[in-house]
């Protein structure tokens, strides 16, 4: 069975803190998505990255970075914690030819205090 | 840009019962439709997707959208609900271009709920 798992469900950190979200899948996909779903704002993507070393902007970035350094591992990294990051963040993957995230990782849920 | 509607953020219904889910977009170019679920403490799963052809896809637990181009929607329907389907159902769009990232805009989501 495919799969997409992130590392932690429940996060909770202090504001300034760096934060490591991470997120391996095991179905050898190019494409790797980061996203964050708050309440009635659906989902909005943080970062894209489409192959090992390659990312993209998404509709959000300002706060958060990536890394992909090996093909099944994509990381979310926040700079300095704050409290309007507290949020359900999702990972995603699909392969290189199918544009939308086709399977989703349960989400981790971060708390900032 | 593009962008999606999901105009009801909340849908009750009882069990056996049809249900429709809003979903309307907007967009410049020809477009990708898809409907996801989302299942309590779960992440999304794909449910069905409009790339071309047929405009109307179905999946494999019994639910099925169709594309109508003229209104720009792309309705989410079930002839029977069931207590399982209980999930939150999100619509998205991706642009259609040649090469490069086509970007899926999601919208804010609809919580259905089958009531017994």
């Known amino acids: 069975d495919v799969k997409v798992t992130q590392s932690s469900r429940y996060l909770v950190k202090r504001t300034g803190e760096k934060v490591f979200l991470e997120c391996v899948q095991d179905?050898?996909?190019?494409?790797m998505f980061w996203y964050r779903q708050d309440p009635g704002l659906g989902l909005r993507l943080i970062y894209f990255?489409?192959?090992?070393?390659?990312?993209e902007k998404g509709d959000i970035p300002e706060g958060y970075s990536v890394s992909r350094e090996k093909k099944e591992r994509f990381s979310l990294i926040l700079e300095s914690a704050s409290t309007n990051q507290t949020s359900m963040y999702l990972c995603a993957s699909s392969y290189a030819s199918g544009n939308q995230p086709q399977h989703f990782g349960d989400g981790t849920r971060l708390s900032i205090l | 840009a593009q962008s999606v509607t999901q105009l009801d953020s909340q849908v009750p219904v009882f069990e056996e019962a049809p249900v429709e889910l809003r979903c309307n977009y907007s967009s410049s170019v020809s477009v990708y439709l898809f409907w996801y679920v989302q299942y309590p403490n779960q992440g999304l799963q794909l449910l069905l997707k409009y790339l071309s052809g047929s405009t109307l896809v179905e999946s494999i637990n019994g639910f099925e959208a169709e594309f109508n181009k003229s209104q720009t929607s792309f309705h989410l329907r079930k002839p029977s609900v069931h207590i399982s389907d209980t999930a939150e159902y999100f619509c998205a769009v991706s642009d259609w271009r040649s090469g490069g990232y086509q970007k899926v805009t999601f919208g804010t989501g609809t919580k259905l709920q089958v009531i017994p």
């Open positions: 179905m050898d996909h190019e494409n």
């Open positions: 990255s489409y192959d090992v070393k390659m990312k």
